[in-house]
């Protein structure tokens, strides 16, 4: 069984809005922390948004308020709203579990865990 199932992405113009979604095993969905982390052509792999299994979520500062994670509980699936899509957001998607957090004294990072979906490419452009 895969773990990880993604859909949704596309193609979109600035501004418009997209939604993806991930269905988990039960397992996976019901004790890990689940997210999404995102790859732009020649960057680095960047996390973009988790959401707990207690539904607690918190999203990298260049998508607050624009992209929102919620938890299906009914279908073990989490989703990502993403709203004022820009360019800079183009990328492939991948959603990831268990998204572990590591805190120093000044600061808070969030790295994958094991469990990758497919991927599902995201291209903002008019």
């Known amino acids: 069984q895969v773990p990880l199932v993604e859909s949704g992405g596309g193609l979109v113009q600035p501004g418009g809005s997209l939604r993806l979604s991930c269905v988990a095993s039960e397992n996976i969905f019901k004790f890990y922390t689940m997210g999404w982390f995102r790859q732009a052509p020649g960057k680095q792999r960047e996390w973009v948004a988790h959401s707990t299994p207690g539904g607690a979520a918190d999203y990298a500062q260049d998508v607050k308020g624009r992209f929102t994670i919620s938890r299906d509980n009914a279908k073990n699936m989490i989703n990502l709203q993403m709203d004022n899509l820009n360019p800079d957001d183009t990328a492939v998607y991948y959603c990831?579990?268990?998204?572990?957090?590591?805190?120093?004294?000044?600061?808070?990072?969030?790295?994958?865990?094991?469990?990758w979906g497919q991927g599902t490419q995201v291209t903002v452009s008019s």
């Open positions: 990831n579990a268990p998204v572990q957090q590591t805190v120093t004294s000044d600061r808070r990072w969030y790295t994958p865990g094991q469990y």
